[in-house]
């Protein structure tokens, strides 16, 4: 997408939803979620339209760990790294993970197809540990689980 | 032909180990052996080493088999025999559900139609008792309602355990034209699943309790702010949302009644900090979530600077049954100060993990010995981490405390949301307080300089101590930082994060 076609999607997605009240993270979710990602281009359309400073809808995105600046992998990969899943191995799991991705939190691998991202807790926790592809969350999972997964995505790719 | 009634959950934990799956399987053996199967989604009956499980109608009772390996077709399919019966001569058969030992030791007052009916069926809501607390709300004057909340001894169930009445009071008393309900469903803490498996699994009992709420308080809009990690319980609120709205029970005249309710759903964007009560209210408004002072109480300044009751989603939850019954039906189980039923939430490295609702006075050790069946690697419990990231690590010699409030304070704990994350003798205490730490650090909202600056250190000295330096010394100081970070942070998660720190260093010595 052009940097003009961006500035058009995010002006539609603003004019539906800029006189929700306290509408600034439904919209940027509504970005998020039909891009990817919240792109700059959007940052100074979504500003004018609800009345702000570009350094305020800047300060909103970094706030919240959930938005993200930059498009991700084709799938992303969520490790839990709360307690509950230390408690039943959960630090091998995450250390596994970057392995066998090749890669640290916040990164994708370089063929584009997994961004890894560390999380807060699934509400998975009685059947720890567990990780989230996307929008799916599994649980109990062990290396091999991992791996079996992760090649799952290599052959679906 | 006959047909088999069968439920099968479909919780996100549920689903995250295979109960789709399972689901599928055994519609794909009914085919087989010429029955036919007419399958519920329900949600969870919370007892997780179970799932996936299948239960299915009979003229005793739902019986039930599980756990159900989803990789093991032949299991799952030999569930109903080839004459199209159920096979109780399956190893996973366990008989009746309401038999089940660490079912029938339950008392399951909130949530006795989760994993019962389906969670976005109204007529199957309404044939439980379902809309008869708001009927009943709707016939009352605003303050006899509040009255009921007060005496029925609820207290807040999102971790400060404040009295639900007096909040609610307070808000009803304010004179002015707008004023909100806001849900708070950010459930952050790692351990806890009790509000996640009420969205998921009665959803319309959240969207009755704000209703009654709005109209103790005389408050016309809700909002439900769900963190962004649950999304099938967003996809299910909005499902459940829509079909309030086509009956009448949310909107202009809700139950024609002449009042209105209206309620929507907000997604959070991953920050721990938004589940503080102040900080959730400027996230729905659009900003960081940056803590607020206090006072103004949001009860009197909140949402959008009008006043606002923000209750956790089990109070609020809590609410219809109060109404339904009288106070005194809730007032009559618990202890003390504590009264009515605790959702436990039985999580880490536990046999037997799930969710458990049972009276206050409950002892401790009953939950993590009956309940629990110790740990599931078999070694013994070392610690249990109870009320989340902020909770202190309680060592077995502490479990004959009663599920009290009070009683847990006494001790230097907290009852908190519920949550209790168990951990074998093989954890690393030492990593358990650095992650604490750790874990503030992340979350910070940074607007305080003993939180924002002191996790960080913390973090730093903690990382000293084990690496061997001046042990002794740092030891000192990382209490003394604990101190300051306890006296001067503006909230409790600059205020509580020490406590997991100061009772590894308390009852775990050796190991930091
Ligand atoms: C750091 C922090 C995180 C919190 N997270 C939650 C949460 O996820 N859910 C919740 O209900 N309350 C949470 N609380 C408590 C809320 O501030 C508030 O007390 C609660 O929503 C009030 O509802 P209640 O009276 O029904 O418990 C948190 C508090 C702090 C200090
Ligand atoms: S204690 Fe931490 S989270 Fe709380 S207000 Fe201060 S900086 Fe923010
Ligand atoms: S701690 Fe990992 S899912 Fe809750």
Known sequence: MTPEQIKQRTAIIVESMQFLPGGLLPILHRLQDQL?????????????ALNLSRAEVHGVISFYHHFRRTPPGRRTLFVCRSEACQSVGGRALEQHAKERLGIDWHETTTDGSVTLEPIYCLGNCACAPAVMLDEQVVGRVTSGRLDALIDDLSATD | MTTLSAYISLDTTSRSIGADEVAALLQASAVQHGTSVSLTRTGTRGLFWLEPMI???????????????????????????????????????????????????????????????????????????????????LSMNSDDIVEEIANSGLRGRGGAAFPTGIKM??????????????????????GTFADRIIMEGDPFLLIEGMTIAGVACGA?????????????????LNKALATAYEHQLLGENVMASGKQFDLEVRKAAGAYICGEETSLLESLEGKRGLVRFKPPLPAIEGLFGKPTLINNVVSLVSMPEIVRLGADSYHALGVERSRGT???????????????????GTALRDVIEQFGGGTLTGRPVKAVQIGGPLGAFVPPAHFDMPLDYEAFAARGAMI??????????????GEMARFSMEFCAIESCGKCTPCRIGAVRGTEVIDKIRRGEEVDAHRILLRDLCNTMVDGSLCALGGMAPFPVLSVMDHFEEEL
């Not at chain 1, 990817?36 to 004018?48: D, H, L, Q, T």
């Open chain 1, 36 to 48: 990817g990602y919240v792109p700059e281009e959007s940052v100074p359309v979504v500003a004018k």
């Open chain 2, 342 to 360: 605790l959702t436990v939430q039985l999580a880490g490295n536990v046999k037997k993990g799930g969710l458990f609702e049972v009276p206050f």
């Open chain 2, 220 to 236: 016309t809009q809700g909002y439900i702010y769900v963190r962004s990690e649950y999304p099938q319980a967003i996809t299910l």
């Open chain 2, 169 to 190: 009071r307070t808000v009803a008393a304010q004179n002015d034209t707008q004023k909100y309900i806001v849900c708070n469903a950010d459930e952050g803490d790692s």
């Open chain 2, 416 to 429: 908190g949301h519920g949550g209790m994350v168990v951990f074998d003798d093989t954890a690393d205490m």
């Open chain 2, 55 to 137: 239960e299915f109608d009979t003229d005793a009772g739902r019986v039930a088999f599980g756990p159900l390996d989803p990789g093991d077709v032949r299991a799952v399919s030999t569930v109903i025999s080839p004459k199209g019966e159920l096979n109780t001569e399956h190893p996973a058969y366990l008989g009746l559900l309401d038999e089940v030992p660490e079912f029938a030791g339950q008392l399951r007052h909130t949530y006795s139609r989760v994993g019962v009916t389906d969670p976005l069926s109204l007529a199957q809501y309404r044939a439980h008792h379902g809309y008869e607390g708001l009927q009943r709300a």
